[in-house]
């Protein structure tokens, strides 16, 4: 397998534009591409991105008209993953390397069924604090790329792909037990962006005494309790750690669920919360904490999204 030298990502949200500005930045234009359907592209193309105040021009690439590609990154709101398989699947070839940053837990399993588990590294995106209105993003950091191989794994693969961030100086950590750090921050994003959406607050609030805070723990733990029952050994240290994680951020700044109230979008409780009920409904577990969050941003979405 040849290094890595071209990169195509489908989504142009938050973490999409975080990481292609990045690979641009060190690869040069010509070496990342977004793939978009028809109407995206129509809609895209005449508008103005910026990252931190400075003005990005990037590729374009209609799905139609899309190649293979040596890394694919998987960056669209799990509302719309499914969808987004037909847009990407001209953009996988025999040697192609697929990372999803999406949050949750299920997104590498629907992408492995599409186009092979062999094919896909597990990765978790961790410590960032984008946050992305229109076409502007803007963050004060970056965060880091966690990954790591499972049982499906391709070794080579997953050798191509650390030469590439090392090459690029991506930050990332290799994860010795990466299905342990997925369930880490499924844990954090469980508490944090579903209480940050239906309170309407930031890092700074959630932090604070108050209900926001008590919910955000209560959720963390429900999602502890069933991260043992499917064999992963979470406990209150991650809860603390990722607690800790969470004081690193913009005061100000919000999550993507925050973001999706604020920009009237559907929101990704359904990966959140929706897992945790599945999950305790398997094992026999009461989560009425995340079934008030379940509902309570159902209730939210509605008053926006006819």
Aim: negative net charge; hydrophobic residues 40%; contains cysteine.
């Amino acid at each position: 397998m040849k290094e890595i030298q071209s990169t195509a990502i489908v989504g142009m949200g938050a973490l999409g534009i975080l990481f292609g500005s990045f690979i641009q930045e060190k690869c040069g234009r010509d070496s990342v591409a977004f793939v978009v359907d028809e109407e995206r592209k129509k809609r895209y193309s005449g508008s103005r991105f910026t990252c931190n105040g400075e003005e990005k021009q990037f590729k374009l690439v209609e799905s139609s008209e899309a190649e293979p590609v040596d890394l694919l990154i998987v960056a669209v709101k799990y509302t719309g993953l499914k969808s987004a398989i037909e847009v990407m699947k001209n953009c996988v070839g025999e040697d192609t390397v697929i990372i999803s940053v999406l949050n949750g837990i299920n997104s590498e399993e629907i992408l492995g069924e599409a186009f092979g588990m062999d094919k896909i590294i597990y990765t978790v995106a961790q410590g960032m604090d984008a946050m992305k209105f229109g076409c502007d993003l803007k963050y004060t950091q970056m965060g880091e790329l966690h990954v790591g191989l499972t049982k499906s794994c391709d070794n080579k693969r997953y050798e191509r792909l650390l030469r590439f961030f090392d090459r690029t100086g991506m930050p990332y950590v290799a994860e010795d037990d990466i299905l342990y750090r997925m369930w880490g921050k499924f844990m954090l994003n469980v508490g944090l962006n579903q209480t940050c959406m239906v309170y309407g607050v930031n890092y700074r609030t959630v932090l604070s005494k108050g209900e926001p805070n008590r919910t955000m723990i209560s959720a963390m733990r429900e999602v502890i309790v069933l991260a043992q029952d499917e064999g992963v050994n979470l406990s209150e240290k991650d809860l603390n750690f990722y607690v800790d994680v969470i004081k690193t951020l913009n005061p100000e700044g919000t999550p993507s669920m925050g973001q999706d109230r604020i920009n009237k979008k559907a929101s990704e409780v359904d990966m959140f919360a929706g897992i945790v009920k599945e999950l305790a409904a398997k094992h026999g577990r009461y989560v009425p904490v995340n079934d008030f969050l379940y509902e309570r941003a159902k209730e939210i979405e509605k008053e926006y999204i006819k």
